[in-house]
């Protein structure tokens, strides 16, 4: 077989035809609880800086050669050690993943292709083997080589101890070496999940061997121990490395030794690069808005205002909804709870909801107009669905109509104007997210509001996050918001699917669910999403998930409210031009500059 340096979207679900073993009739969703957005607004952190950036600190740079981001470190950095937990910026697990440590490849998340940076090409070699081969121009900063002996060994942490990436070893068996720059990744044969496995590969940082086994030698092997360990000068791959930090900012430096100038054709335009600790959101915008700050990784409410005021701010999209969406905040129902267990009361609530007033007033109009369906309204994903199929099943904002349906299936109104369907009184139902999280509880009261024109009851409720997670898990929900497998990977939009929908392995109401949290259970939907990963055919895996749609739309076990964008990249162009653009044809995704394939965005801007 042909080594393939590029996976296209449909050819990433293509490549998992031997998910399932023969005669196998199960699939183990990631084992991930959820996926939880921090608060958008209102972000206050112990210190921090009042000001907007401060003023003759220590360790000052050229601003001319320094980038400074913000809204990825909240707090007073700790430690810089992946194996930690909670590491501070730059080493943050998955949204700074390029600049210090890098992975085997890059993701994009505008194709949803993987793109060469440690790892040169890969295949499956056989249903159950991953081949994978090295960049032979890789070093670390050290100077020492990158070999397939610091692949398998940051692997092997994974396996030892209880760390960001232990998860992927429920699908792996093993992972070789043969020679200095191929490694091997063997599935676990009884659950092949090659869509995770894949997800590695682009979301793993690796680590030197020659670094950390030394670190683990003088801990005993004890990972608390070895935890306490700061890593303040980290050895990667990347093209910076640490510079300077305390409790107000972190700055690296750029490498100017960098092995991937062979890959990028030069070093990042960048010397430094600066994260300013802000005490909260405002201090951080304003900082944006005054050319203090370029990239900004923080919501931003009507972010066109800023370029109306004359600041020189882009978005990667021009025009409303200004972000490429990236994940679908919904609400799921308690498909045991009386009333809601109908599906065309779900239905009813689902015409009520005025999507539109929740993207202008819970998020500024950072979502585009709701399509309903598994995928997001990308071309990356909703390529894999027939939309004319879907089209008659999708809703739209409808009071009227919604109002018709709950009357044709006798769901009267009493003379406090609640509807009761057979001797049920549709309300009240509690309506459920964190409290503080400002853009969901805007959203939910909005719900909550919506439902009152249609004859039902609804309330919201807005526990502290730690309450609202054993509600998610346990079913103690009547409605309760939550994002379903959000983000950019590999194995979307299958993993969203199967998180939603999937029954097989889901524990019963009362007991702990880490995805299906409503509980929803349809055969010919278990049936389809584990034969999705074994098909080759193009046309038949469309087919396969226009049905899978078609089923969610008729049954309705959950409503997306609005699409998200995984990230937050506005940028300002008052020292640093030439960030990529919604059709510049540069194919730089709006990653925040530094997280995944868009750090090819820092080889691109100039002064």
């Not at 050290?142 to 101890?161: C, E, H, I, N, R």
């Not at 003379?415 to 057979?422: P, Q, Y």
Request: proline share 8%; aromatic share 10%; net charge negative.
């Amino acid at each position: 077989m042909k080594l393939k340096t590029v996976l296209r979207p449909m050819f990433i679900l293509l490549l998992a035809a031997s998910f399932f073993v023969a005669g196998c009739q199960s699939v183990t969703p990631p084992p991930t609880a959820s996926e939880t957005p921090p608060p958008n607004e209102d972000v206050k952190t112990p210190g921090g800086n009042e000001e907007p950036a401060p003023q003759g600190d220590a360790k000052a740079t050229p601003r001319n050669e320094t980038l400074y981001v913000n809204g990825l470190q909240w707090g007073a950095p700790t430690n810089f050690n992946l194996l930690s937990g909670n590491p501070a910026f730059p080493i943050n697990y998955g949204n700074s993943r390029e600049l210090v440590y890098e992975t085997l490849f890059m993701v994009n998340q505008l194709t949803g292709e993987l793109e060469p940076l440690l790892g040169t090409k890969y295949e499956w070699t056989d249903d159950l083997n991953l081949r994978i081969e090295l960049n032979q121009d890789a070093k670390w900063s050290d100077g020492k080589p990158f070999t397939s002996d610091d692949v398998v060994y940051t692997y092997q942490l994974g396996k030892k101890y209880d760390i960001n990436w232990s998860s992927f070893w429920t699908y792996i068996e093993d992972v070789t070496a043969d020679g200095p720059q191929t490694v091997n990744i063997k599935l676990n044969q009884d659950n092949p999940n090659k869509l995770t496995v894949l997800d590695s590969i682009e979301v793993m940082p690796m680590l030197p061997k020659h670094v950390w086994e030394e670190v683990e030698k003088k801990a005993n092997n004890d990972l608390a121990t070895i935890r306490k360990e700061v890593n303040e000068d980290p050895i990667g791959t990347g093209p910076y490395k640490m510079y300077f930090y305390n409790d107000q900012k972190i700055t690296i430096v750029r490498d100017d030794n960098y092995w991937g100038q062979a890959l990028f054709g030069k070093l990042p335009a960048p010397k430094y690069i600066t994260h300013v600790i802000y005490k909260d959101n405002a201090a951080g915008d304003l900082a944006f808005k005054s050319g203090q700050v370029d990239v900004s990784q923080q919501f931003i409410p009507q972010v066109w205002k800023m370029w109306e005021g004359g600041a020189p701010v882009k978005t990667y999209i021009k025009e409303a909804p200004y972000y490429v969406p990236g994940s679908m905040p919904s609400i799921f129902f308690n498909m045991t709870k009386e009333g809601l267990d109908n599906a065309d009361v779900r239905r009813a609530i689902a015409m009520a909801i005025d999507y539109g007033k929740i993207s202008e007033l819970a998020i500024s109009g950072y979502s585009a107009p709701m399509e309903p369906s598994l995928t997001l309204n990308t071309e990356a994903e909703a390529k894999y669905v027939d939309q004319a199929a879907i089209k008659p099943l999708q809703w739209t904002t409808d009071v009227e109509a919604a109002n018709a349906l709950l009357d044709s299936i006798g769901a009267a109104k009493g003379k406090d104007g609640i509807r009761v369907l057979n001797g049920t009184r549709l309300g009240p139902f509690e309506i459920e997210c964190p409290y503080g999280w400002s853009d969901w509880n805007a959203a939910l009261e909005i719900v909550a509001q919506n439902a009152k024109a249609i004859g039902i009851e609804i309330r919201t409720k807005f526990p502290e996050a730690p309450v609202w997670t054993n509600d998610l898990q346990t079913g103690k929900f009547d409605i309760i918001m939550n994002t379903p497998a959000g983000g950019v990977s590999p194995s979307q939009p299958w993993n969203r699917a199967m998180t939603i929908m999937y029954s097989k392995g889901v524990a019963p109401m009362g007991e702990m669910a880490f995805y299906n949290w409503g509980r929803y259970k349809n055969d010919q939907a278990d049936a389809i999403i584990e034969k999705i990963p074994t098909i080759t055919d193009e046309a038949e895996l469309k087919a396969l998930y226009t049905e899978l749609t078609q089923i969610w739309l008729k049954d309705i076990p959950s409503i997306p409210l609005m699409y998200r964008p995984w990230v937050f990249d506005t940028v300002n162009e008052s020292v640093w031009k030439g960030f990529p653009t919604e059709g510049d044809g540069s194919n730089i995704p709006p990653q925040i500059s530094m997280d995944g394939a868009g750090i090819k965005s820092l080889y691109q801007i100039h002064n």
